[in-house]
């Protein structure tokens, strides 16, 4: 009888036993399986390692997070873009933000302050595209006091001239006096008139020597130059990194070995060589790419713990946001 006991204790006890160790298995696969990394109480055994797992996967499940697209054109045209065959339109400008849920974006104006809509009131932030013309630092001071403008986008490439260039100087200083970014286009040009040795970013190197209190964004992560582009923000404090535009067109239609060669594998690389999570944004170039699908491609390049940093808090720190989207929730 007491034989019995013991042996129906024992089977009960290695019965809890496998049901306890099945569930943490459970949890702890399932969490490592979306990609987050083993926490910190399971390496030091503070805390049982299931209560952790259990909040890290329930908040890994939360994909949808505010957005800030640092990288778009609101030219609205109402024709339809060449390559992505998105109507460039105030109405798909709305839906691709809606679809990805972007609560603010970056407007790039064409040179010279051309091709742009204001859309101040949806918490769009614009940037004076500088061209090749004559700058006049007067008109362009009064613009940025009225916030007209609240960054520059230089056209490497498109323009035939270094970032180094004496004619770029004075934006340089109006940046430093109004403590605004510039960014610039680097990498390949989207028309065949463009020449592509001013757009290698290696030569951004020099100005965020010269301008340290000035930061500076490399659009396209220099693209197909991404190893330049990313010594170059790995090196200096002042530069940033948006990876807009590797792939274009219609990529929700692309084979995924083909998004994760050209768009993931450049982004996860570059993200890990420059070690700083706080120096990388995100940007489309809408709208020769959709919003949604290259959110979705970008995302599985980044580690899930630094989405908040990279999809929308390292914008709010290097743009002029309002308020109302700076404090915005991230989790
Ligand atoms: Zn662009």
Redesign the pocket.
Known sequence: MRKNFVKIALISFLAIFGVWLGSTFINFKKAASLGTVMPRSFLHLERPVWADTKVRADSIKTDLIPVIDV?T?SDFSNEKERSSNITMSEEQYLRGRKEANVVAAVH?TGQNGSGFRDLSKLNVIRCYGVGKESINKQKLEKELKDKNYKCFKIYLGYVHLFANSPHYQPIYQLARKHKIPVIF?TGDIYTAKGKLKYSDPLTIDEVAVDYPDVKFVI?HLGNPWIQSAAEVAYKNPNVYVEA??LLIGKIETYPKEQIDEYMVKPIQWAFGYIENPKKFLFGT?WP?VAMKPYLDAYKRAIPRENWCDVFFRNATEVFDFPDEIKNLECK
Do not use: G, N, Q, V
């Open positions: 990288h054109h790039l286009h659009a807009s535009a170039d020769l």
